[in-house]
């Protein structure tokens, strides 16, 4: 037999019809309930008022706080509010109290909130969070297996225009594959010198970079126009963790060299700083020995990739039992007749959609998961519509 559940109002309810009868005293009653008979005679008394609305539960909030701002002193914070709307709460309470020093004001806190209950604080705009992947986790067991990209910091030249320099190591080798001064770091200029490698390098498996521009954005999997170039030649592009350059921390010790043997000081035009990096670049591969390779230099350890740059890009190919849409000009897809946004980087290409449970898609950009398709939510959004367009 199962316990039985029994609420306050159903006991207080039958208190009160026990006590009509007159069969048992009030101790008798308040020793049955469990309850003093100062309870019992108050639920009595509120009864006998008020009927059986007297026995529901009453809010204990106080009727007035001993702590509660004056309100003089709130239409004296809201008037100063007005006058000096973008004011915050700490310079109003400043401006109160050179004007009425005798007043004892509340902290800056409680003049925030006394602004926040009366709408006077705009809301901010709730920014877009993008998930990250994490910690890579690829090992560097091989010459081209993965690739460190980055940008080593801005620095004017003499001449006071100012030189990106973009380096490009193998992770296994330390072998500098490339360090070219850009006057920005547009994928336009980019993307030109990333070409020149691949075709004189072959391609690797990976490029690991930070999540800054040309390499990554703000869009589904941090794709930028630079890394779709890469997946579709075949490339994979891995990110280190927001604010953990130690994850690639073989390329950052790069750069600190670098930068002492180029940079300080910086020579007096880009062409002549690009010839800086040029021999920099030689004596490092060459004959610099590395601590990390038992004392050998990293063109040693180093041999191109066996993956040649295509002359043309290959097209994105999936599984048969992916489902295949193209992305429009707008960025999105249509999927059961609705319209699904994915991401203006894929304009013009395919993306694949493999369905891992009942409704449950995960889309794909070739080897690349860019997220998850729930086509439980587009058919509460459709019933949603439906309801308001009746109601209208």
């Known amino acids: 037999m199962p316990w039985r559940n029994t609420a306050p109002m159903d006991q207080r309810t039958q208190f009160i019809a026990d006590h009509l009868r007159e069969t048992q005293t009030i101790t008798e009653l308040c020793d049955r309930y469990g309850v003093s008979r100062k309870t019992g005679y108050k639920w009595i008394d509120r009864y006998l008022r008020l009927g059986p609305a007297g026995l529901e539960e009453r809010s204990r909030r106080p009727h007035r706080a001993p702590n509660q701002t004056a309100d003089e002193i709130v239409a004296a914070l809201l008037e100063a509010r007005h006058r000096h709307p973008v004011w915050g709460g ?167 060299t670098l930068t002492a043997a180029t940079t300080r000081p910086a020579a007096g035009s880009l062409g002549a700083q690009q010839r800086r990096f040029n021999g920099f670049r030689e004596e490092v591969n060459h004959e610099r020995p590395h601590e990390a390779l038992d004392q050998q230099t990293p063109a040693t350890c180093y041999h191109q990739s066996p993956r040649p740059m295509p002359d043309r890009l290959p097209p994105l190919e999936y599984p048969d039992r992916f489902e295949v849409r193209y992305v429009s000009a707008n960025g999105g897809i249509r999927w059961n007749r609705r319209w699904v946004n994915v991401s203006t980087v894929c304009v013009g290409e395919y993306v694949g959609l493999e369905e891992i449970d009942d409704g449950i898609w995960n889309v794909y950009f070739g080897p690349l998961r860019l997220g998850r398709l729930l086509e439980r939510h587009m058919r509460i959004e459709d019933a949603y519509g439906r309801l308001r367009r009746r109601h209208v």
């Open 90 to 256: 700490k310079k109003l309470r400043a401006l109160l109290q050179r004007r009425h020093p005798r007043w004892t004001l509340p902290g800056r806190s409680t003049v925030c909130d006394i602004l926040s209950r009366h709408g006077l604080v705009p809301t901010r705009r709730q920014r877009r969070r993008i998930g990250h992947p994490g910690k890579p986790t690829t090992i560097m067991a091989a010459p081209n297996a993965v690739w460190c990209a980055d940008y080593k910091g801005q620095f004017k030249t003499g001449d006071g225009r100012y030189c990106y320099p973009l380096t490009v190591t193998d992770g296994f080798s330390r072998y500098l594959l490339g360090c070219q001064g850009l006057s920005s770091t547009t994928v336009a200029e980019a993307q030109p010198v990333f070409t020149r490698l691949f075709k004189e390098y072959g391609l690797p498996l990976r490029i690991r970079t930070d999540n800054g521009v040309p390499f990554a954005t703000t869009t589904l999997a941090r794709l930028s126009k630079l890394s779709a170039w890469w997946v579709r030649l075949g490339i994979l592009p891995e990110f280190i963790e927001p604010g953990r350059p130690d994850q690639n921390g073989r390329h950052e010790r790069m750069h600190r």
